[in-house]
Each structure stands twice: as structure tokens, then as C-alpha cells.
Nanobody
Framework: QVHVVEPGGGLVQPGGSLRLSCAAS????????MSWYRQAPGKERELVAT????????TYADSVKGRFTISRDNVKNTAYLQMNILKPEDTAVYYC???????????WGQGTQVTVSS
């Protein structure tokens, strides 16, 4: 049974940091690219960052470049999103997605709320 779980959300002050985790099970983790998306109230879901299945390449949305870092541990079957210098506009529900490198098969997590506010 496939599970993609994202603990680690919460409330943080502007300028603060937070690390999200995405724990995966039920599939061969190192065959999947991992991505983080976010969706703010009233807005469409947007891609935040992606890391290749090997961890060898990463891409970021312009709005988070230099502040967020995506990483993965293929032994622990976990992906991470380190978020620094957080801004109120980073407030959103953050979702983890696993994308099979050889097809369009995707697995989504349930999302975790991140709120940046003083």
C-alpha cells in the first residue's frame, strides 16, 4: 500500500525557517522524482521545487530560489524541503508528489499547512 505523508508544517514568524518532510512507502522510492507543490487560498496549486530520483538535479520556482532547498534521502525514503527567510506569501498548504520516472504515475501526499505570520 502506497503512503506519502508530510509531517512538519506549522506556524512560523516572517524571516524564520521550517523544514518539511515527505515520508514515502509502498513503492520504489529511488525510481521516483520528488516534488513539492503549494496552494494558497484562492490560488492554483503551484510547483515549488523538484529533485531527480538520484538527487543529482534540482529545480526551483523563481519565488523561492535562494531561500528553499529540496533534498532527499534514498535510504530513508524521505524527501525534504528546507524553507528559510519565510515570507507571509509563502503561506499555503504544501504537498509532496512522487513522479515515476518512466511514466505519468504520480502519488500525492495529503498536504501540510504552513502559515507565516507574526
Amino acid at each position: 500500500q502506497v503512503h506519502v505523508v508530510e509531517p512538519g508544517g506549522g506556524l512560523v514568524q516572517p524571516g524564520g525557517s521550517l523544514r518539511l518532510s515527505c515520508a514515502a512507502s509502498g513503492f520504489t522510492f529511488n525510481l521516483y522524482h520528488m516534488s513539492w507543490y503549494r496552494q494558497a487560498p484562492g490560488k492554483e496549486r503551484e510547483l515549488v521545487a523538484t529533485i531527480a530520483n538520484t538527487g543529482g538535479s534540482t529545480t526551483y520556482a523563481d519565488s523561492v530560489k535562494g531561500r528553499f532547498t529540496i533534498s532527499r534521502d534514498n535510504v530513508k525514503n524521505t524527501a525534504y524541503l528546507q524553507m528559510n527567510i519565510l515570507k507571509p506569501e509563502d503561506t499555503a498548504v504544501y504537498y509532496c508528489k512522487a513522479s515515476f520516472q518512466f511514466s505519468t504515475l504520480n502519488y500525492w501526499g495529503q498536504g501540510t499547512q504552513v502559515t507565516v505570520s507574526s
